[in-house]
């Protein structure tokens, strides 16, 4: 990797995508919308969404797809952080801007409620089909590993916090669940209802019938 003789950073011709600015101090693409502040790690996109940050001292990164132009200055920036061997420490997908977090575990209660949500529907919803049901407990394994990066990157919430979290996301799902079941019940009753209403009415007109029929 040639780096420049005077300043110690990347010639342009390394990086075709991010070229250093040296008067402004920072990496960029030739529309300047994608930003890599090299010194305190950090990188945004049309300069107000953070995709690289060091949060409690981790490098974070942001794949989260916001639009086909974020996805290229994402990828230029990753190239550019391979080049100048800046390690990433946590991967993330999420459409916040990274400078919304203060710390890695403001990531978690979010993550750990949206896991919950996912197996919960796949327990509990009885007419969902097979391959929604597998398709919710795949996108709840990738929320979990996920969460095990950012725990093991030092980010923590409490084991009451998760459980907590837990209880109330299942029992969302089961009241959810226990209302439709109530709502088919209530159907049916009236459905039942309708029939013998409509069955008597007809028992009557056929009485009605037949006794007119006899009094002539």
Partial sequence: MRRSNNSGYLNNDDNPYMFW????????????NAIFYHEEI???SYDWWVFVQKIDGKVVFNDFRY??????HQS???????????????????????????????FLPDLYKK?????AMAEHRERLKDHTRKWHRSNARDLLKEIKGIERAGGKISKTQIESIRKEQYKEEIDR???????????????????????????????RDVNSNDAA
């Fill in 21 to 32: 600015r040296p008067k402004l101090g920072y990496y960029s693409n030739p529309s300047k």
């Fill in 42 to 44: 950090k990188a945004t």
């Fill in 67 to 72: 639009s086909s132009q974020t996805s290229s």
């Fill in 76 to 106: 230029g920036v990753r190239e550019l952080m391979k080049k100048l061997r800046i390690k990433v420490d946590v991967h993330v997908d999420r459409q916040e801007s990274l400078d919304e977090f203060g710390s890695l575990k403001d």
């Fill in 115 to 119: 896991m919950f949500d996912l197996l």
């Fill in 177 to 207: 669940a226990e209302g439709i079941r109530e709502r088919r019940r209530e159907n049916a009753r009236l459905l039942r209802t309708s029939w013998n209403n409509e069955t008597l009415n007809s028992e009557v007109s056929y009485e």
